[in-house]
C-alpha cells in the first residue's frame, strides 16, 4: 500500500473504530499507526484491539505500528455535598485534606504531592482552566486561594499546576499494570508517558520495558520545556500534546511552543507527533473547518513525523472521513510549491559520524541526479531515522528483516517499511532493493536508485556503503 505523502497519521481507536472491518478502513484511508488509550481502555479491551490490529496487517501485507498510551497521574479535586457550588470572583476559597463533602468555602484534594508542593503565588487551574485559583498561604495540609476567574466548580473536576514542580514520577500504579499488560503482548511498538515533567521521569519506565517498546514522551506540562533538551535526548520520539499544554500555559503561546519543538526533535533525529483537537469539529461534522485546515497543514509544512486524531477516530460520527481528509490535507501541502524550500529551510548540519555523513551524501545524490528512491537496510532503525531527519524529497524505502522495527518506524517521516529477509551478499542486497522497489510502485525499468547498507552485511550500526544501480527489465538491478 503506497502512500502518496511523507507524514504519518497516528488514529486513535475507540467505541467508533473498535471492529476489525473499521479498524481496516481506516488504515486504507491513511492511517499509518494506532493509538490505544488507555485511559479508556481496559486489559481485555486493549487485548482484542491488538489482535485485530495485527488481523488487519496481515491482510493488507503492511507494518502497522501501536501506540499504547498511558494514562499519568490524574488530579481531581473531591466531590461537594450539592454536586457543585457557586464562586464570587475574590473570594477565599480552600483546597484542604479532609475527606469530606465541599462546599463553597472548601473542598477535599487527595493529592497530599500537591498539598506540599503549592507555594504562595502559585496558580491551580480547575476544570481545564475554566476557574483560576490563586495560592495565598500554605502549610502543607492545605492550600488556601483566591477566586481569580471563573464561578463554578463541581465534583471531581482536574486540577493543573502551572507554576508547580510536583515531587512524584509519571507512573500510578494503573500505569504499572497497565505498562504490564501492554508489555505482555508483545505487539506494541510505542509506549507513550503522559505529564513527564523531568528526565528522570523516563527511568522507570525504561527499566521496566528494557527495551521492548520505544518511549514517547507527551510534553504537556509547562516544567518539561525548562529541561526539553535532556528529555528529548532520553525519549525515542516526543508528542506535542497541545490540549493539557494549552491549558496551563497561554494559548498563544502553544503554536510558537509546537514549532520548537518539532525542530529540536528534527535536530535530535528523534520523532515528533503533533496531537489534540486537530480536525476537532469532525467529531460531528463531516468536513473541517477552515481554521482547523490551516493547523494541519502547519504541522505538514513544520516537517512533524506525524499528526494524531484524538477522538475524531476514536468516538466521532465521521472517523472514516477524518482519516482520509487529514491525508488529503497532508497530500496537497507536501505538493506545494513552498513545501521543499521550508522543509530545506529547517535543516540542521549532519553529526560527524559515518552513518551521518552517508545519510548525507545519499539525500544530495539523489536529488542531484533525480533518483528514484533511497532504500537503506536498517537493522535496529537507526538508519531508518538517519534517512528520514535529512527530510528528502525522494521516497524513502526502509528494509528491515526485524518486523518490530518496521513497525516502530511507522511513525517516522517519509519512510515506507517493508519486512525483507538480510541480504546474502552484495548482489543480493542491491538486486533486493531494487525488485522491492519495483514492485512497491517506487521506480520502473531504466530508473536509478540509491542504496546505503552496511559492510559487513547485517552488522547493525555499520552503515558504511552507497551504491547505484539501474532497475532492470525484470525489476533486478540492470547492473
Known sequence: MKRNRKVKILATLGPASSDEQMIQKLHEAGADLFRINMSHASHEVMRTLVQRIRAVEARCGRPIGILGDLQGPKLRVGKFAEGKVDLKVGQTFTLDNKDEPGDSTRVFLPHPEILEAVKPGHRLLIDDGKLHLRAEKTDGKSIVTTVVAGTKISDRKGVSLPDTLLAVGVLTDKDR????????????????????????????????????????????????????????????????????????????????????????????????????????????????????????????????????????????????????????????????????????????????????????????????????????????????????????????????????????LSVVWGLHCVVTEDATDLDDMVNRACRIVAHEGFGKPGERVIISAGVPLGTPGATNMLRIAYIGSDGMSGI
Open 177 to 408: 499494570s497497565d505498562l504490564d499488560a501492554v508489555l505482555a503482548t508483545g505487539e506494541f511498538d510505542w509506549v507513550a508517558l503522559s505529564f513527564v515533567q523531568r528526565p528522570e521521569d523516563l527511568a522507570e519506565v525504561r527499566k521496566i520495558a528494557r527495551g521492548r517498546v520505544g518511549l514517547m514522551s507527551k510534553i504537556e506540562k509547562p516544567q518539561a520545556l525548562d529541561r526539553i533538551d535532556e528529555i528529548i535526548e532520553l525519549s525515542d520520539a516526543l508528542m506535542v500534546a497541545r490540549g493539557d499544554l494549552g491549558v496551563e500555559m497561554p494559548l498563544e503561546s502553544v503554536p510558537g511552543l509546537q514549532k520548537q519543538l518539532t525542530r529540536a526533535c528534527r535536530r535530535a533525529g528523534k520523532p515528533v507527533v503533533v496531537a489534540t483537537q486537530m480536525l476537532e469539529s469532525m467529531i460531528s461534522a463531516p468536513v473541517p473547518t477552515r481554521a482547523e485546515v490551516s493547523d494541519v497543514a502547519t504541522a505538514v509544512f513544520e516537517g512533524a513525523d506525524a499528526i494524531m486524531l484524538s477522538a475524531e477516530s476514536a468516538s466521532g460520527e465521521y472517523p472514516v472521513e477524518a482519516v482520509s481528509t487529514m491525508a488529503s490535507i497532508a497530500s496537497n501541502v507536501e505538493r506545494d510549491p513552498h513545501y521543499s524550500s521550508i522543509i530545506y529551510a529547517q535543516r540542521t548540519p549532519p553529526e560527524a559520524t559515518g552513518a551521518d555523513a552517508i545519510s548525507l551524501a545519499a539525500h544530495q545524490i539523489a536529488e542531484t541526479l533525480r533518483l528514484s528512491a533511497i532504500v537503506c537496510y536498517t537493522s535496529s532503525g537507526t538508519t531508518g531515522l538517519r534517512a528520514a531527519r535529512e527530510r528528502p524529497q525522494v521516497p524513502i524505502i526502509a528494509l528491515s528483516p526485524i518486523v518490530q522495527t518496521a513497525r516502530r
